[in-house]
């Protein structure tokens, strides 16, 4: 059995004016001996990444495994602040990461460049079970060598999709907002379903949404309740502050306080 958190919810959008958002799920589990987190987060996330290990009274020196969906920056960056951990990416994933020149894209170049070379990188073969009840299903589309990893020690399985799947949204209609070749993303979404009707009950953590269950209808339902805002100094002293709620349905507009 593992104890399953998730530390930092993703989000469902991204910028309009700033570049990609960036904002991706980060899970923690706990059990047969390991501490395990599925995806590290970007840059931006570290403060609340810590925060987040502390409540749970874990230090950064206790994590035995990363595991990463993709190489993209915002899933896969933080790696470097777990000096004791194995670190687990796809084969196929990690080869075709360190294979692209620098270019205005989402790999970051040189965190690609070391997980390439270190000793700690563990390359999965996609379709494996690379740690105990742990299975690697291959996801390709958004990135070549995208894996999801689906647990299955828990009486609830969990199936972590990262950004196979990365909203409710996708779920729902079938495609998907970002892809290195959208055929194979639709054909994983297709997968990433039928491993997730297989066992009812399973819960699916996307890349960048709330957890989700299938409801007796067999449409997902989010599980918790979003957290997401802004604070910004539109004014002329830092002590008054607007907060953008972030969490409103489209077309309602943000609230400010």
């Not at 890349?207 to 918790?224: F, K, N, V």
């Amino acid at each position: 059995m593992y104890q399953m958190d998730v530390l930092i919810q993703g989000f469902p959008g991204k910028s309009v004016c700033h570049g990609g958002l960036g904002w991706s799920t980060v899970s923690l589990l706990r059990g047969a001996g390991r501490v395990v987190l599925v995806d590290v987060g970007a840059f931006g996330v570290r403060r609340e990444l810590a925060k987040q290990l502390r409540a749970h009274g874990v230090d950064a020196n206790d994590v035995t495994d990363v595991v990463l969906t993709h190489a993209h920056y915002d899933h896969a960056v933080n790696f470097t602040l777990f000096p004791n951990a194995t670190v687990w990416i796809g084969a196929d994933e990690l080869s075709w990461a360190a294979s692209q020149p620098p270019g205005f894209n989402p790999l970051p170049e040189l965190y690609v460049r070391e997980l390439n070379v270190s000793p700690r990188v563990r390359r999965i073969a996609g379709d494996e079970e690379f740690l105990p009840d742990l299975q690697a299903i291959r996801a390709p589309g958004h990135t070549p060598g995208h894996l999801v990893f689906l647990l299955t020690a828990n009486d609830v399985p969990v199936l972590f999709t990262g950004d196979a799947a990365k909203n409710r949204a996708e779920l729902q209609c079938g495609a998907v907002d970002a892809s290195e070749d959208h055929a194979q993303s639709g054909e994983s979404l297709k997968v990433i379903w039928r491993t997730w009707r297989a066992t009812p009950g399973t819960v699916l953590v996307p890349g960048h949404d709330l957890s989700m269950r299938l409801d007796a209808t067999g449409q997902p339902e989010y599980i918790g309740e979003r957290r997401a805002a802004i604070a910004a100094w539109f004014s002329e002293s830092i002590e008054t502050i607007s907060t953008i709620d972030l969490c409103c349905e489209a077309g309602f507009g943000p609230a400010y306080r």
